[in-house]
């Protein structure tokens, strides 16, 4: 297979139709439990408050969890997407998210593509616990597939959508497998991207028992859905994407595109949601039209002033700032909804004109904006020889308990076959 069609296709196929079948039966019986837990039959609520009462929140110190009290939290940490700027946003990640949290084990799961080989830096995580790194696959459209999810503004349509969903259900997969291995449980299941550029750490107030947290803005008719914690159940819910849409297309939902079929899902789940700022944005490569409509899609600069809940940047240029992003957001559907209704102008947003390629000299910008110490990451992803890159791999392999992905040697060649 060439390199062009593993790139292009990257996003547009699956493969493990089989699990997500599997994961809806293993589904109902957490469902039932689900609902004993909201009818007070399992109370964690008293054990949680008693518990926090004690401990105070800090970064190191999370709220245990029901039932935890002797042991320390089980997170897992989620990474989902595609590698294409990982040089960027690797290093945010690790420093944010993965040290912030050095006792949550990483998960990868991620299409293989030329640009998978900068996967490399994760090796800089305290602790990995499985990846998956696959050739994606069409997945079938079937009619209730069909039925539920629109392609409008989908730039890959109904099957970029179900490429997406697959991804992240794909995640929920590695974790049941860890855990069953295991014979362990996680207390929290982090989701986040591997394509966020995060400029702070993740605030404990993110572990809300019982409720899933997702940022504000970028609703686009239903809830954001680049970043999402739970408890175990709560993740359930939401992470299974693909595996609910029949349930979904029983209840009449029809039409969807992403963030709605998210919100749709946490309803019928009778999930409680809650919206807490986060200092990440999702770094993008694509092409927007400047100035964005009423629907349309805001581009931030990455200098902006945070946090960012997860909008699209780049490193630009500044196109307008001030009273022009505020006339610009206050025009749009979501556009006040990212900063909590404080203002745009005193919020210091910057928009990037997007209907472009990234700009020359955007390394520059991005060196300034991230610090030395993202700019000398960046330098090394880019000077990285193949043989490096393979022994990161190797090392890396080495330490991960569940490895589903081709021999390094291979995703360093896919991406550095130059040399
Ligand atoms: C798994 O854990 C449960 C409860 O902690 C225990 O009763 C059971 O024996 C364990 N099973 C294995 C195979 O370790
Ligand atoms: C689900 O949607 C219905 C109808 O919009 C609403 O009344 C209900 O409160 C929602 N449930 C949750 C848990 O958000
Ligand atoms: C945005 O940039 C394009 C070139 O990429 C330019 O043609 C266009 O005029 C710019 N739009 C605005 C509103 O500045």
Partial sequence: MSIQRISTAAGIRITNLDSSRILFLSLTPLLLLFIAYHHGVVDPFLTFSHLKSLQPFSSTQLPPPPDTADRPPRI??????GARRFELTGPSIVKNLLKEYPNADLFL????????????????APRIAG??????????????????????????????????????EGCLSLISTYESRHNCTYDWIIRTRVDGFWTGPL?????QPATYVIPPGSRFGGFNDRFGSGDRLASTAALSRLSL?????????????????????????????????????????????FPPGRHGVPVVSMGSVRPLNG?????????CCGECATKIMSGMVDGQSWTEGREWRKVGLELCNATGGW?????EVFDRVA?????????????VERNGCEEEFEKMRQRTESWDAPPGEEICRLGLRKQ
């Avoid at 605030?203 to 572990?207: L, M």
């Avoid at 909008?311 to 196109?319: G, I, L, Q, S, V």
């Avoid at 610090?371 to 880019?382: F, K, L």
């Fill in 203 to 207: 605030d404990p107030s993110t572990f």
């Fill in 131 to 168: 990846v998956r790194i696959f050739e994606p696959h069409r997945i079938e459209e079937t009619q209730s597939r069909i039925r539920v999810l629109s392609s409008q503004n989908s730039p890959n349509g109904i099957q970029g959508l179900l490429q997406y969903f697959n991804l992240v």
């Fill in 109 to 124: 799961h991620s299409p293989l593509d030329e640009n998978a080989y900068k996967f490399f830096l994760l090796n800089e």
């Fill in 371 to 383: 610090g030395e110490e993202a700019a000398a990451e960046r330098r090394r992803v880019a000077a």
């Fill in 245 to 289: 849409i029949p349930r979904l297309d029983a209840s009449g939902y029809h039409n969807l595109n992403s963030e709605s079929a998210f919100k749709a899902q946490l309803n019928i789940s009778n999930l409680q949601v809650k919206e807490i700022s986060l200092p990440f944005c999702v770094l993008s490569d694509r092409r927007y039209n």
């Fill in 76 to 81: 897992a940490i989620c990474l989902v997407g």
């Fill in 311 to 319: 909008a699209k940047c780049r490193p630009c240029m500044t196109a």
């Fill in 359 to 363: 700009e020359e000299g955007w390394e």
